[in-house]
C-alpha cells in the first residue's frame, strides 16, 4: 500500500467513526463532506506524479490557480536493490545483475633498471633496460554469509600464475581459518605482495633465504585473537613444504609448521610499536638419495616496527622504523662423494630501514641489508645500501626512483631503478 493511500484511507476511517452529534447541523455535515471530497481528488494528483507547469500566458481563474499552487511535489521513489535484471539501478547495459559480482583490482608496475655491470651480457636475470615488473588481478568477494574468497593471477615477463587463492571463515568470535594458496606468516616482509612492498625490491634476506617466489605454500591456517589488553594475534599453519630453498620433501607426508605471533601497543597518541616473532619446522630432500628422510630445516626469525603519525598532522607526516631478522638450521646430511659429513646449511640475514613522510605526497627511505650470519668462514658476505625518494599523488598511484649499492665481496654494483605503481578498482585496505 502506498504511503498516500494510506493517508487517504486513515482519513476516511477518522471521518467516518467521528459520531455526529444532535447539535451538528447540515451545513457542517455538507463542509465536513466537501473537505473530503477536496482531499481525496488532492491525493489522487498526487498519485499520477508532478504535471508539467503551465505556460505564463495560460489563461486560468483565480481559484483554480491557487489549488495548483497548493498541490506538493512527491519526492521520487528511490530504487531498491531487488537483485533483478529488470532493476536499471544495479543492472548493467547487458541487463546482468551486479550485485554478485566480486571486487576487482589490477595493480601494474613499470620498471626501469640501470646496472653499472653485466651489461654485456644479453641473458642475464636482471639487466639495463624497461619492463613490465608484474600486473596482478586480483578478485575479493563473501562467497555467502561464513566464507570470504581471495583470487589473484599475477603475469611477469610471459608467465601467468595463480599468486594466491584462498578463503577465510571466521570459526568463532576470536578464531578465523584460512585455507587455500597464501603467502604463509613467516616474519613482516613475506606477507606483502610486490605492489605493497615499501621498497622497490625484496629485502636481501628475504631473497637469499626464500627465495624468488617468497614463502608461498598451499596449506591451512588458524588464527587467535588473544583476550589481552593489547592486541595480540597467534597464527599455526599447516602447509605442504614446498619451498625448494628450504623444504622440498620427497614423501607425500612431508609437511611444514609455521607458527607465528604479532603483537601491536599503543605507546601514546601518536606511535603505536609492533613486535613479531615466527618458527617454521619441516623435513628436507637433501638426504633423499642416501635413503635418509628424516633431515629438517628450522627457520625463526623476529621483527620490530615503530611507527609515528601525528594525529593532527596524519596526511602530511609519518615516520616508520622497521627491522627484521630471519635464521635458517637445515640439515645436510652425508657428501655422497666423499663419504664425509657436511656442516648444515646455516644460513642468516636482517635489513632495518627508516620511511620519512616529509609532505602530503613525498617520501624519503633509506634500508640497510647484510646476510651473511651463521655461515662458514668460506661463504661471502652480502650487503646492500638503499635510498629511495617517492612521489605518491594517491594511495592509488605512486612514482618511486630508487639507488642500491650492492657489495657481495666477489663484485660491487651500483644500481638505479624507476617505479610507477598504480591500482585500478577495488582493493583492500594496505597492511600496517
Not at 220 to 231: F, I, N, R, T
Request: glycine share 6%; no cysteine; aromatic share 12%.
Amino acid at each position: 500500500m502506498k504511503w498516500s493511500t494510506f493517508v487517504l484511507f486513515i482519513s476516511v476511517f477518522l471521518a467516518s467513526a467521528i459520531p455526529t452529534r444532535a447539535q451538528d447541523s447540515p451545513e457542517d455535515l455538507y463542509e465536513l463532506q466537501e473537505r473530503i471530497k477536496r482531499l481525496e481528488r488532492r491525493i489522487q494528483r498526487m498519485e499520477k506524479g508532478p504535471t508539467a507547469p503551465a505556460p505564463q500566458n495560460a489563461e486560468s481563474t483565480p481559484s483554480s490557480s491557487k489549488a495548483e499552487k497548493s498541490i506538493p511535489v512527491p519526492f521520487p521513489e528511490m530504487p531498491r536493490a531487488t537483485g533483478s535484471s529488470a532493476d536499471s539501478a544495479f543492472a548493467t547495459a547487458t541487463g546482468l545483475t551486479r550485485t554478485f559480482n566480486p571486487a576487482i583490482s589490477v595493480n601494474g608496475l613499470f620498471l626501469g633498471t640501470y646496472r653499472s655491470i653485466e651489461n654485456n651480457i644479453p641473458d642475464t636475470e636482471t639487466k639495463t633496460g624497461l619492463d613490465i615488473q608484474e600486473m596482478e588481478l586480483q578478485f575479493t568477494a563473501n562467497v555467502d554469509t561464513y566464507l570470504r574468497a581471495n583470487f589473484r593471477v599475477s603475469f611477469e615477463d610471459d608467465e601467468v600464475e595463480i599468486e594466491e587463492s584462498f578463503v577465510d571463515l571466521l570459526l568463532f568470535d576470536r578464531v578465523a581459518l584460512r585455507a587455500g594458496q597464501f603467502y604463509t606468516h613467516l616474519g613482516k616482509h613475506n606477507l606483502l605482495h610486490t605492489h605493497q612492498f615499501p621498497f622497490i625490491d625484496v629485502p636481501l634476506v628475504n631473497r637469499e633465504i626464500f627465495g624468488a617466489e617468497a614463502l608461498l605454500e598451499i596449506g591451512v591456517g588458524l588464527s587467535y585473537l588473544m583476550p589481552l589488553p593489547w592486541y595480540s594475534e597467534w597464527v599455526f599453519e599447516f602447509v605442504e613444504g614446498d619451498n625448494s630453498n628450504l623444504f622440498d620433501a620427497p614423501l607425500n607426508d612431508d609437511f611444514a609448521y609455521i607458527l607465528h605471533s604479532r603483537n601491536l601497543w599503543d605507546l601514546n597518541e601518536d606511535t603505536t610499536m609492533e613486535i613479531g616473532g615466527s618458527y617454521s619446522t619441516g623435513r628436507n630432500g637433501t638426504g633423499a638419495a642416501l635413503g635418509n628422510r628424516n633431515r629438517t630445516t628450522q627457520i625463526a626469525g623476529g621483527n620490530l616496527t615503530l611507527k609515528w603519525k601525528p594525529a593532527r598532522q596524519a596526511r602530511y607526516k609519518t615516520l616508520v622504523w622497521q627491522s627484521e631478522y630471519i635464521r635458517t638450521w637445515k640439515e645436510t646430511g652425508v657428501n655422497a662423494l666423499s663419504g664425509l659429513d657436511n656442516p648444515d646449511d646455516n644460513k642468516g640475514g636482517m635489513y632495518s630501514y627508516l620511511q620519512y613522510q616529509f609532505a602530503e605526497q613525498w617520501w624519503i627511505q633509506a634500508r640497510y641489508g647484510y646476510f651473511g650470519f651463521h655461515q662458514a668462514e668460506a661463504a661471502n658476505d652480502q650487503q646492500r645500501t638503499t635510498l629511495l625518494l617517492g612521489y605518491v599523488p594517491s594511495e592509488f598511484s605512486a612514482i618511486r626512483l630508487q639507488y642500491s649499492y650492492i657489495d657481495e665481496d666477489i663484485s660491487n654494483e651500483h644500481q638505479v631503478l624507476l617505479q610507477l605503481n598504480f591500482s585500478l578498482g577495488s582493493h583492500p585496505a594496505h597492511r600496517y
